[in-house]
């Protein structure tokens, strides 16, 4: 009847920039990047999301990049690139690896509900998960990640086009340079 959703239907209702959100996350956490897993769950925050929700859909997704590991093959409800996505995140991690990031996701959404703070669970996930791998983190990645987010554009650049902000930039960057 109508009232039952299979699993495959809840899984098509989601929508794709959740689903690609939720993605991401699982991809920072394989390849063990603490730092832009910590970002993003800033950025869920202020957007408003619904982190038990989130939850969900990364563990959905991780199921999926699991059952690829083992099977090898793709999952019909997904699109063509979503697929791929998850064939690339397969092999970035062993089924071990796979099974615990699940493990620990899966018990720290039972937090979610018991603590004010909602992003703490999938904060103390990613902790989790990503804590061991410090010594494998891929650095050039890091570092362009890093320079990209210490001087975001100037808004609303009616005013002086924008220079103020370069100038602003070398000026504070001054110091540096004057060290090299």
Request: proline content about 4%.
């Amino acid at each position: 009847g109508l009232g039952e959703i299979t699993e495959e239907d809840a899984d098509l209702a989601l929508p794709r920039s959740d689903l690609n959100l939720a993605l991401k996350f699982l991809e920072f956490l394989i390849v063990g990047n603490g730092r832009e897993a910590m970002i993003l769950i800033d950025d869920l925050q202020n957007q408003g999301i619904d982190f038990k929700y989130f939850f969900n859909n990364v563990i959905e997704l991780g199921r999926k990049v699991l059952y690829f590991k083992i099977t090898g093959s793709a999952d019909e409800f997904l699109t063509e690139e979503m697929n791929k996505k998850i064939a690339v995140l397969s092999s970035g991690a062993s089924q071990e690896k796979i099974v615990k990031i699940l493990d620990i996701i899966i018990v720290r959404r039972g937090d979610v509900d018991s603590l004010d703070i909602p992003t703490l669970p999938l904060e103390l996930a990613a902790a989790e998960i990503c804590g061991e791998r410090r010594e494998t983190d891929a650095k050039p990645e890091e570092t362009r990640n890093i320079s990209e987010t210490v001087s975001p554009p100037a808004r609303g650049g009616a005013r002086g086009g924008g220079s103020d902000g370069d100038l602003k930039e070398i000026t504070d960057k001054w110091p540096e340079v004057l060290e090299k």
